[in-house]
């Protein structure tokens, strides 16, 4: 087809512009420039192209769009307003304000219609690569001749700011690589970011690097106002079929102000006197505000009309592969659906303390190799560690374009390549597709470099995964530049994020059980390099609850509260001290975040009045104040060398805890009074 | 000059191969393959160019030399052994071991010679461009006709990995806009990651790729080789002026191994049957270990000496510099000892209560304002917030190269473009180059972007000074996107950085006062978007100790202790309270990390025992816990809005804290007993 111009598209175009500076200016606060710079590539991408529902906002085969340069959300709210999604013009007029439809940045779950939560730069960029490799991989798994079920695209805008971070580099080079056909990025080459002209620190050529990366590039040179060529992009976009496509489109920030092309336009609001000639400028009423002419109202409900018809028809679809499909048609539908198949978690492995000890990691690796053949659902990776990782099971096939000879769309292993920031963005964009778990591996210390895909990830209410191996000084000779200290207290302090450091072989089962469960919540698994004894009473039911009592006595002279490696080394020491007639218990803590939220009468059966609680863990002890009275942990960095010596220059091994231990008595021994639970407080 | 061949090439090369074999064999751990395929490489380089005295490894002129894979640090260990560091072959068969001087990968300050800490992929080809960066702009300050005083290359080895990292691409990014010609980067081009093939996930066009980024791009077919294209392509990059220059190698990992070429040598020592024929394939004895030829001895020593007399003659030329530029070779020298100059701490801006209310980004301003003239050993920058973050003072230049118009190379202030990680990495690179403090300014919560450079400031040692401005919900309308909640906490949890928060004027001298004269530290400076009090009792002298009371009372009821913009709101409920007759004293506590290096009879004088401590904060409370008995903060994630509103929502304000005061009163009066300082522990 080729571009059909209608009468609409001025009004239209100018209709957004208009609303954007209304929007910011009722505000006082946002981001006018982008927007009505980019209002004609929102308008002829909505008008013409994107296939969506709006009244059907979660249906899987609808097209994606994400808008990178998140600051410019204005648009976005607005083409979901105009599209009829569930967002008014009261709601554009509460942009802003707390607990509006509308926040600063757009943030997925929380607005009808928002795919993923933008506005850190780069991100979004990195989420469209996830949202795509989701539709290559979903539909080269369920599409049959004649059920092209899983077949959209992904729409990208980003600006100059997402293409300057080092995330968005990383995810379009993996882009490239994967061949992904169906992602399209508009890239809006407006010239200006915060300092002012991009020439002060952004002068290489784009498209050349795109093309290093094995994109295919287009430009529009008006994208002002060359609605025909801004189509013809497209249309080219959507044609090719094995590459990514990025357009560079030459656009007038704050197209229509009196400081368009400014940096000016970009952050704050247009002056009233600007907003008025701008009205005017585009034949609208001067005194008006919010007003969106019946034209547009029926330009968009035909666009929002294309996208219900072809809901509907998929549904129809649908049912007739359920004739044809009916295993497929019934495990895609349950994965649409986010449930997990009935009794997987019956092939979580089972240990006793009879079991060898084993590697955290390795029994990350067998839960992997038991729970593949059951929950289809999964889709692995590393980032160039997979020997290191174990992420990969057995007789699996990659995640790649089957032109490479190396894997197919349908393998569910990505290469990620030495790129965490990336896969940590592509996973948020997996998961936010839906009918995927993804999951990754690196070492915990570079799960630090992908911290801003993470915290999106809780914030997004995605369900990531991390296998995150290596995870102390335990990794040994690699030494302190790749041994965390921080990075546990980092990550625990996030909101709706499970940080589990599983001790053993059952407790590594149960984080995978709660991780696989919490459809909501994203699970970083902290997992050893060294081998770790199976432990007398850790179950899988018991570690499902964040923390549990591991070793019980009466009327105890201490608790040691410890977590994943280092509660071996607890039972040690609370084994010495019995022996010196100090009694005491061990708590095993694997997932702070799932422990708070049980009931308080069973966390202070855990962490109980009475005798001293004493925590280990050989990290920063930041943060163990909320679970003990006193704390053992590395007072600085790690050093390079063999994990045992290591564990013995720390003073992490049984008889010096059991000395510690002694101290932490004697000391409250001497202090007198009741020893009270750290969880009991005042308000 | 053109490429002469030496006798001792080929047995120097070899040498380095062998004994890489060695030292990873002795160790049973480390990296054999990539050394032995950069020994070439490294030969022509180390042979040929790099001038750099090793009895004199702080030589300001000196050609610094960054293996970004740090990972192959064998090879840079030996290196460091042929030329005559401190480092012997006892220390290479100690690699890896605790204690010795050749930990896993090479940390800056630990092992003389090495620059900066390497082996967190990307850093160090960031650090490169820092020190090139630095390079370039004490040249520029200092040079003058006939006295080419700072004129050093800047050589970095990468793998594939350290360029598929995110980090790496922003800082190729900027090095190409910056044109900085004194940086040539060898890229180790073997084809083999972890993984295995490189080709299962990074098949971009590097060589494009650098080319769209504005650098000189030159390849050598035959790296194991072909020395005289290795010399020449080196020749090349020194020649080229006004650009960075990368030459791609090819090469064969583990060259001479039965395993070359696969990623079998990647990471794991060769096997005793592989070293022994690589011995006998080079020529040398099979049943000797750690050999190095009598020739190779010699061939170094001719090496060093070629940087002894280069420094010998560059120490002459600063002579007659002091005669004809005295004031400008009593800067430098300064600067090159690192200490600042007298008195410049009489220039910090010192308030009073009656100082009107003002943003701590703008006091920040102001104090950079102030500074500057006195300090020139700064040079600032922002990620593209230079705006927001207030970090450009008046009547300067930027850095730039001067072919832009822009500004020159003796500007002191950079525009980093988005970029936080690399400015975090670069900013090491300079710190690293000694002369120059950096400081650079992003929203608190992009600074975790960085989390993987920031680390290794702490790690390393190097003085970087972070402006995080818009700290906390006081951002207000931007939303949870760029509130930070976790953030606080985790660069506190990380050793020998210092994380700020300053509450007024004097508070945030203070913080600059201590982060401009910890020479050996990390600073984050977390500033406020609104407004804040001068407050009754802050003082320079009093904040400069990390903690201290803002507000004293006697037989106190509560102590609030506080940071930053929540200071003033525990005023304010402390006003409250003691109308009521609760005698509450506040606490600020900018810094944790200065306030812990204070005696302890300091530390329980401002944490007292005998009443409750109630910690304020807007953020997680994760750590709070071990300076108070109650913590109030943040449960969840901020919200968009406007500030004032925001604190109302989440309860930070004047009288709600009073009354959590009041209810933690109450709980520590029913449960009786004396109320002992957090601080006092059992060990
Ligand atoms: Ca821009
Ligand atoms: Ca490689």
Redesign the interface.
């Known amino acids: 087809m080729s571009f059909q111009s209608a009468d609409t598209d001025a009004v239209s175009i100018n209709t957004i512009r208009v609303l954007a500076a209304d929007t910011v200016a009722k505000?006082n606060?946002?981001h006018p420039g982008a927007p009505m710079g980019m209002a004609p590539a929102a308008h002829i991408l909505f008008s013409r192209f994107v296939t969506a529902n709006p009244k059907s906002s979660h249906w899987i085969n609808r097209d994606r769009f994400v808008l990178s340069n998140?600051h410019a959300c204005v648009l976005q709210y607005i083409l979901l307003h105009l599209l009829g999604y569930k967002v008014s013009i009261d709601d554009l007029k509460a942009f802003?304000?707390?607990?509006?439809l509308t926040?600063?940045?757009p943030?997925a779950g929380h607005t009808d219609g928002i795919e993923v939560?933008?506005?850190?730069?780069?991100q979004g960029f990195a989420n469209g690569v996830g949202l795509a490799i989701a539709q290559a991989h979903l539909g080269a798994v369920y599409n049959k001749d004649g059920f092209d079920l899983i077949t959209n695209y992904t729409y990208v805008f980003t600006g100059?700011?997402?293409l300057?971070?080092?995330?968005?580099?990383?995810a379009a080079?993996?882009a490239?690589?994967l061949q992904l056909g169906n992602l399209i990025v508009v890239y809006d080459d407006n010239h200006i970011?915060?300092?002012g002209d991009t020439?002060?620190?952004?002068?290489?050529?784009?498209?050349?690097?795109f093309?290093?990366?094995?994109w295919q590039v287009l430009h529009v040179d008006d994208g002002d106002t060359d609605l025909e060529a801004i189509y013809n992009a497209i249309a080219e976009g959507r044609k090719e079929k094995n590459k990514p496509t990025i357009i560079r489109l030459r656009t007038t920030i704050g197209y229509g102000s009196k400081q368009q092309g400014t940096h000016g336009v970009h952050g704050s609001p247009l002056k009233p006197d600007d907003i008025q000639a701008l009205k005017t400028k585009f034949g609208f009423d001067a005194a008006a505000t919010f007003a969106v002419p019946d034209a547009v109202t029926k330009a968009y409900a035909d666009a929002a009309k294309r996208g219900a018809v072809a809901e509907f028809e998929w549904n129809s679809l649908f049912e007739k592969y359920a004739e044809k499909y009916p295993k497929e048609h019934a495990e895609l539908a349950r994965r649409i659906s986010g449930e997990l198949p009935t009794g997987w978690e019956k092939s979580l492995p089972v240990y006793t303390p009879a079991d060898p000890a084993q590697a955290s990691r390795k029994l990350s690796e067998i839960v992997l190799q038991a729970i593949t053949p059951v929950l289809p659902d999964l889709l692995g990776g590393?980032a160039?560690?997979?020997?290191?990782n174990l992420t990969r099971v057995k007789n699996i096939v990659?995640f790649?374009p089957p032109s490479?000879g190396?894997g197919t769309y349908a393998g569910i292993y990505v290469?990620?390549?030495?790129?965490?920031?990336?896969m940590g963005a592509i996973m948020n964009g997996i998961a936010a597709y839906g009918g995927i778990i993804p999951f990754a591996g690196t070492f915990l210390?570079?799960v630090?470099?992908a911290?801003?895909a993470v915290?999106?990830s809780a914030?997004s209410q995605h369900q990531v995964i991390w296998v995150a191996t290596h995870d102390s000084i335990g990794l040994?000779?690699?030494?302190?530049?790749?041994q965390p200290?921080?990075t546990a207290?980092?990550?625990?302090?996030?909101?709706?994020l499970h940080f589990w450091r599983p001790a053993d072989g059952n407790e590594t089962s149960a984080a995978y059980y709660v991780a696989l469960k919490s459809k909501k919540t994203p699970s970083i698994i902290s997992l050893s390099r060294q081998n770790l004894p199976n432990l007398e009473g850790a179950t899988i039911d018991k570690a499902a609850r964040g923390g549990y009592v591991l070793h019980e006595v009466e009327k105890e002279d201490l608790t040691i509260v410890s977590t994943g490696s280092e509660v071996s080394i607890a039972v040690e020491a609370a084994g010495i001290l019995e022996k010196e007639g100090i009694k005491t218990r061990v708590v095993s803590l694997p997932c702070w975040g799932v422990f708070d939220a049980q009931d308080e009468q069973y966390r202070l059966s855990v962490l109980r009045s009475g005798a001293?609680i004493l925590s280990l863990e050989a990290?920063?002890t930041?943060?163990w104040?909320?679970y003990s009275?006193?704390q053992?942990g590395l007072?600085?960095?790690g050093?390079?060398?063999?994990y045992k010596?290591?564990y013995e220059?720390f003073g992490i091994t049984g008889p010096n805890i059991a000395d510690?231990g002694k101290?932490?008595v004697?000391?409250?021994k001497k202090?007198g009074?009741?020893v009270?639970s750290?969880l009991i407080?005042?308000?």
């Open positions: 505000s606060s946002g998140g802003r304000q707390i607990g509006s926040p600063g940045h943030e939560t933008t506005g850190p730069l780069g100059d700011g997402c300057m971070e080092g995330v968005a580099s990383e080079s993996i490239g690589h970011s915060i300092d020439k002060i620190a952004f002068t290489e050529n784009v498209e050349q690097r093309l290093s990366y094995g590393s160039d560690l997979t020997g290191s990659d790649q490479t190396l290469r990620y390549g030495v790129r965490e920031h990336a210390n570079f630090s470099y911290a801003g915290r999106l914030l040994g000779e690699d030494g302190p530049t790749h200290i921080e207290i980092h990550f625990r302090a996030l909101p709706n001293p990290y920063s930041a943060g104040q909320k009275h006193e053992f007072t600085g960095w050093a390079s060398g063999p010596k290591l220059k510690i101290k932490v004697e000391f409250y202090r009074g009741a009270v750290p407080k005042a308000f």
